[in-house]
């Protein structure tokens, strides 16, 4: 009791130390007896005999982190922060929910095809055909958007829904969208490019993330764009997908990508000129 009390009196470290405990399955999984037991489990075999076994590993973990999360979420809120999940999203959801999520999906949609267009007219990624029947790349897809959507979805909860928008409520937001984005980038620790992609992947992209959530005060823009991202960047360059013939180095990395989603940013950020805080205000 003592404790509880203590960390709704210390309102930024409750957010903060919330924000760790919640990200607690991200590092369990590298030790290898938690990841041998994960990997020998038969939803593991289920999913890698559907989706590839480097994504059914990535599924396996979300799913789980989603769980945890959702745990930790309602525990926390409940008894902490003495209140309901539905009363714990300071910003109110819009009306029109649909219309939020699928302007962030289909924008981040363009975005990520743009680099990938640009592989394809100069030739650094081949297609040579596809890898399955259409009925089977569907079914892949399906399962593979459902699986994210969990795990999508209670990040958004956990670093915009709550973390960002408490600590923007208490302290400046945008030191409030700085340490949402390091809390973030500690949540993905991992990526095929080392720190780099961790930094431009991860850290880059939730501070984005946190801005674009501030400014239209709802989760669900981010959500969309946080969907696609994951979607496209964990199943499009599966080898069930399509037979790809990778002809220069470059093509397999996220650096075109990467660029272009900062510029995309960077566009976004003056034009609606989020260097001023009212424009970031929580309430």
Not at 24 to 33: D, G, L, M, S
Not at 175 to 191: D, E, I, K, N, Q
Not at 264 to 277: E, N, P, Q
Request: net charge positive.
């Amino acid at each position: 009791m003592k404790f509880q009390k203590l960390l709704k009196q210390y309102r930024l470290v409750n957010v903060v130390l919330f924000g760790l405990v919640a990200i607690v399955p991200v590092y369990i999984f590298t030790i290898p007896y938690f990841r041998e037991l994960y990997l020998s489990t038969s939803i593991y075999a289920w999913l890698a005999s559907i989706i590839d076994e480097r994504v059914a590993r990535s599924a396996l973990a979300r799913l789980v982190a989603f769980v945890w999360g959702l745990s930790v979420f309602s525990w926390w809120t409940r008894y902490v922060d003495g209140r309901l999940i539905r009363d714990s999203i300071l910003f109110q959801p819009p009306r029109k929910k649909l219309q939020y999520f699928a302007a962030g999906f289909f924008v981040m949609l363009g975005v990520v095809a743009i680099p990938f267009c640009i592989k394809l007219f100069t030739e650094a990624v081949i297609i040579e055909g596809l890898s399955q029947n259409i009925l089977y790349i569907f079914y892949y897809f399906f399962i593979s958007a459902i699986i994210f959507s969990f795990n999508v979805f209670i990040e958004e909860l956990i670093f915009r829904g709550y973390i960002l928008q408490n600590l923007a409520l208490r302290i400046n937001p945008q030191l409030a969208c700085f340490l949402s984005a390091f809390l973030f980038m500690v949540a993905h620790p991992f990526h095929s490019l080392g720190i780099y992609g961790v930094l431009a992947q991860a850290g880059l992209g939730g501070l984005a993330f946190a801005y674009i959530a501030l400014y239209y005060r709802s989760i669900y823009v981010t959500f969309g764009i946080h969907l696609c991202s994951n979607l496209v960047s964990n199943s499009f360059y599966s080898p069930k997908i399509f037979h790809l013939s990778i002809q220069d180095h470059w093509a397999n990395t996220f650096d075109l990508f990467q660029v272009i989603w900062i510029i995309a940013f960077l566009l976004f950020f003056f034009f609606h000129k989020l260097w001023r805080t009212r424009n970031l205000q929580a309430t």
